[in-house]
């Protein structure tokens, strides 16, 4: 069946640094791919999606490129800031399920000034 | 507009306990999710419906488990004879079929 896989966290840095987090999947068909964030004591807000192969979803200074060759769907940042700290989830919505995201288990960044 | 919301945002039962939660999703979006997330894992499907269609029921733990869902409003998800292992965030999420899903802010569940 459909997964995704996170790396684990915590991942800590110190503000301006570089950040990647990897996201691998495995799914039938075509799936659609997103990042979603989940900052302290707020609810899940969806960061960024890519619907196709190597396109790339980019939303406040975040980005992920689609990687169909790889099964990975890495998220980066070139210089986070400490408000960037929060759980970041991966999620993958299959191209003939019913509507259902799988979610990758969170990784946590934090980011320290 | 408004976005989706939970009640209640936290409730503790005792072991053995009903619990009923409910959803109340953003209007006109047909599609309507429950979400579970345990502590420091990710989130696991429960239930989806799309407008009048049979719901997928596929990710229900267990029989104790069961949501409802009336057209296109408010979706309640019952919690039977609560079990400890049941403490968890419970996520509602809405969408228009095939667009992106809009989360509630959960309601966290803890049994005692």
């Known amino acids: 069946g459909n997964s995704v896989t996170q790396m684990e966290g915590p991942v800590t840095l110190s503000e301006e640094a570089f950040l990647t987090i990897n996201c691998t999947y495995t799914?039938?068909?075509?799936?659609?791919l997103f990042w979603y964030v989940q900052y302290p004591g707020e609810g899940l807000q969806l960061l960024l999606k890519a619907t196709k192969a190597d396109d790339k979803g980019s939303n406040k200074g975040f980005e992920a490129t689609y990687r169909k060759e790889t099964t990975s769907f890495h998220l980066e940042k070139g210089s986070v800031q400490v408000s960037d700290s929060a759980v970041y989830f991966c999620a993958l919505h299959g191209s003939s399920n019913t509507g259902k995201l799988i979610f990758g288990q969170g990784t946590t960044l934090q980011v320290k000034p | 507009g408004a976005g989706v919301s939970q009640s209640p945002s936290n409730k503790v039962t005792e072991k053995g306990k009903d619990v009923e939660l409910r959803c109340d999703p953003i209007?006109?979006?047909?599609?309507l999710y429950w979400y579970r997330q345990r502590l420091g894992q990710g989130l696991e499907f429960l239930i989806y419906f799309q407008g009048n269609s049979a719901p997928d029921k596929s990710g229900l733990p267990s029989d104790r488990f069961s949501a409802e869902r009336t057209g296109e409003s408010v979706s309640t998800l019952t919690i039977q004879r609560t079990q400890q292992e049941d403490s968890a965030v419970y996520l509602c999420?809405?969408?228009?079929?095939?667009?992106?899903?809009?989360f509630g802010p959960g309601t966290r569940l803890t049994v005692t």
């Open positions: 999420a809405s969408s228009v079929q095939g667009y992106e899903q809009y």
């Open positions: 799914a039938t068909g075509y799936p659609s």
């Open positions: 209007s006109g979006h047909t599609a």
